[in-house]
């Protein structure tokens, strides 16, 4: 740095230090107490919004938006606060008001009694929950609710949210935890100009709000100019004074003949932006998002086995976006207004005569189509088109993919349906019943249905691929499906995997290019690089989030001229990091980019305050210790790795480690027991059968390793390592009879892999 350059940094500072001090005098002499508020002159508030809006305002207040959150008063709490104890997990709580104010005693953190108060309602109905704050400005749920409904319908009382679990002060779902965090986890979509504040040295929070609920400017943004404008009658269409305006939703017009209406005007994402941020599974990757395009401020968590079931029907709370993508109403331009009312939430029409705007009544609406007496519950579109799934026991939600019911793929995949869901509770009316009854009202089994392949690559099935890819390829089915197939073949390169992936890079959909970028995952660095290079730049978000995910480990075997645009991106991608820093999730992320760029110390600094954020989170103890492993510390692993059995005895990821560690110590008896463990779990991974096969046959039981093997080959078909090692051991205990039927799969799966032609030279001559 030159001299001159170093006095002019110094001018600057010694001013900008000068105008700091005159700042906090003005506002040592001026201060207001602005705790939970955010500049006035951009944020009017909803009340300003009522003399104008008084309709809007009317339905707003009494929407869900309007009840998402407020302070804990008589107005607001709905649950028994009158002296009330209840036992839950052996946990006594006593709910009661003092000094006009809500109280709980229960167990601390500690499992010690101690008083805490109720700060804020959460909800309101079906259930409502209530919000304490504890030290360092965590804000957290209790995982007592009360249940609203009524008592005929089994409410009005208190209830755990998960009755299904031992819960304690160990439990990461504990009420003091992480995962009960508001400020983390709930906060930003039930409040207006919501702003975390989180300090990651520190782990603490100064959440603040300009509103505490979900009011006018948390969708259309601040309200200042709107309000200067409708004040002097400036106030046009193409000048409202917000920053975001969402275009009219389409309008949809019968035409003769014809028994769908079609859509007039120009369809536009601008609802699923404005609405999706809040209504979607998603990682968040940007503090502020109103008015950008979802796919540059959200990374929408697509069809996995733990959030969606094989055919795209929802299996945990997904948050309605991901499942309406799915829909054909989305492909056709329906957007959220057309069935809600924006303001109070609420449908706009009643009954079957909302889908009756877009679908003839006289062909759809008729028991000549649903099979079911007129205004009977079969009778109802929702109940077959979006069933609903119960999420803390009494909240029903529907699925917006607008399924047909599909019993056949229950019998085959598992999946629930509509049918049989309705009709759980009678005898003989099962999955084959169903199936049959469909085929004699005419409605045929889709023999070709995607979930089948979604279902196989699941089982990480290698011969799925090349029809999958057929499949993506083809744009007929929906772009989230496509892109969810996609992601899929990211665990099993192949040739015609990174083909399609090139292809599809070029798609104008940000979710296939981003499924795009995560199959080219495990190829050669040079070879990513070379391939996504051109897309550092892409317009969305979220594909430059994953384009550095898959390219950060090549920046230092650049040369100089070629880093400056990656460090770039990796320096973005760091922001969106940034964002949800206070997960112990994202501090794994920071970690596995920290290790790629060989910055081993803030690696481990990452993956101990994933531990600071929530201790028993088992994944992050996990990593831990193989890092310590890697890093020369194994010492250091093993009360990591017990620990982390300890608390999840269910986790085969837990079982495979400790059982790797224990086999580096070369105690192999100790290792069997964890190594089985690890293939027995739901979690299970093929290579965890592998692992515990090979160690079966390194203590001198090749016999138990075919049998594990040969399981192993059921549960997860055509798998190479699997077929290869389990003909390996067959020759080695001497059945070379068997070989023949898993020398056939692996001609299927690699037919010119020299292993396997060396094999079909021995079994064919």
């Not at 607001?76 to 997990?89: A, D, E, I, L, P």
């Not at 989180?198 to 509103?211: A, F, G, L, M, R």
């Not at 979607?280 to 959200?298: C, I, P």
């Not at 070029?506 to 897309?535: C, D, F, I, M, T």
Request: hydrophobic residues 35%.
């Amino acid at each position: 740095m030159t001299t001159s350059r170093k006095l002019i940094q110094n001018k600057y500072y010694v001013s900008y230090l000068i105008l700091g001090i005159l700042v906090i005098l003005a506002g040592i002499v001026l201060f207001i107490p602005m705790t939970n508020s955010h500049d006035p002159s951009e944020f009017v508030g909803s009340k300003e919004c009522a003399s104008c809006h008084e309709q809007q305002f009317n339905n707003w207040k009494k929407s869900d938006h309007f009840k998402s959150m407020a302070e804990a008063d008589s107005n607001s709490v709905s649950g028994n606060f009158n002296n009330v104890k209840v036992t839950f997990h052996n946990i006594q709580s006593h709910f009661f008001k003092r000094d006009g104010k809500y109280w709980v005693t229960t167990a601390n953190d500690k499992g010690e009694q101690e008083t805490f108060r109720i700060r804020y309602t959460f909800g309101h109905w079906p259930l409502q929950q209530y919000l304490i704050e504890t030290i360092g400005g965590h804000i957290q749920a209790f995982n007592i609710a009360w249940d609203s409904r009524s008592k005929e319908q089994g409410g009005q009382k208190w209830f755990h949210l998960r009755v299904e679990e031992k819960i304690n002060p160990q439990n990461t779902f504990y009420w003091t935890r992480h995962f009960q965090n508001w400020n983390s986890r709930c906060a930003d979509c039930h409040s207006t100009n919501l702003t975390k504040n989180y300090d990651p040295v520190k782990h603490t929070y100064n959440t603040q709000w300009s509103e505490i609920n979900v009011a006018c400017e948390a969708c259309h943004g601040s309200g200042s100019k709107h309000a200067a404008l409708a004040n002097t009658n400036k106030i046009s269409k193409t000048n409202t004074g917000f920053s975001y305006q969402a275009s009219l939703p389409l309008s949809w017009k019968f035409k003769p003949g014809e028994k769908i209406a079609q859509p007039q005007g120009k369809k536009n994402a601008d609802h699923v932006n404005m609405c999706g941020n809040c209504h979607a599974l998603r990682t968040q990757l940007k503090e502020k998002a109103l008015g950008e395009n979802f796919h540059d401020s959200s990374r929408l968590r697509l069809i996995n086995q733990a959030s969606y079931f094989a055919d795209g029907q929802i299996r945990e709370e997904v948050f309605v976006l991901g499942s309406f993508l799915q829909s054909k109403m989305h492909a056709k331009g329906v957007t959220c207004n057309n069935c809600h009312n924006p303001h109070s939430g609420k449908v706009i029409i009643q009954g079957n005569g909302l889908c009756s705007q877009c679908h003839k009544p006289a062909v759809y609406d008729t028991s000549d189509h649903h099979h079911h007496s007129e205004s009977s519950t079969g009778a109802a579109c929702v109940n077959c088109h979006m069933p609903n799934r119960t999420y803390m026991q009494v909240d029903e939600r529907r699925d917006h993919s607008f399924t047909i019911p599909r019993p056949e793929l229950s019998l085959e995949l598992g999946i629930p349906n509509a049918c049989t869901s309705c009709h759980k509770n009678e005898k003989k009316k099962d999955n084959e019943w169903a199936s049959k009854t469909l085929l004699e009202w005419g409605i045929e089994a889709d023999k070709n249905h995607w979930s089948k392949l979604n279902f196989r690559t699941q089982l990480s099935d290698i011969l799925v691929t090349r029809p999958l890819t057929q499949a993506v390829m083809e744009p007929v089915l929906p772009d989230m499906v496509r892109a969810s197939l996609l992601q899929n073949l990211s665990s099993m390169p192949s040739r015609v995997s990174t083909e399609t992936a090139q292809q599809l890079l070029k798609n104008e959909n940000p979710l296939l290019r981003r499924a795009a970028v995560s199959v080219l995952q495990g190829l050669p660095a040079e070879v990513r690089w070379k391939l996504l290079s051109p897309y550092i730049k892409d317009s969305s978000l979220s594909v430059r989030y994953q384009v550095a995910v898959t390219l950060s480990d090549v920046l230092n075997q650049l040369a100089d001229d070629q880093q400056h645009d990656l460090i770039s991106l990796i320096d973005e991608y760091r922001a969106s990091l940034a964002v949800s820093a206070d997960s112990p999730a994202t501090q794994l992320s920071i970690a596995t980019l920290e290790i790629r760029l060989g910055n081993v110390n803030k690696a481990k600094q990452a993956y101990l305050d994933a531990l600071r954020i929530e201790p028993n989170y088992v994944p992050a103890l996990i990593n831990l210790a193989d890092f310590y492993r890697a890093t020369g510390e194994e010492d250091k692993s093993e009360p990591l790795f017990k620990k982390a059995l300890q608390l999840a005895p269910e986790n085969g990821a837990a079982h495979h480690s400790y059982g790797l560690y224990l086999v580096r110590k070369k105690d192999y008896d100790g290792a069997l027991p964890y190594l089985k463990a690890a293939v027995e779990q739901s979690d299970a991974l093929p290579r965890y059968a592998y692992v515990y096969a090979v160690a079966l046959d390194s203590t001198g039981k090749a016999d138990d390793a075919v049998k594990i093997l040969k399981k192993a080959n059921e549960r997860w078909p055509n798998q190479y390592n699997l077929l290869m090692t389990l003909i390996i051991y067959l020759e080695k205990t001497g059945d070379t009879n068997s070989v023949y039927k898993y020398l056939s799969r692996l001609t299927a799966i690699a037919p010119n892999a020299a292993d396997v032609k060396k094999l079909l030279n021995k079994y064919n001559n």
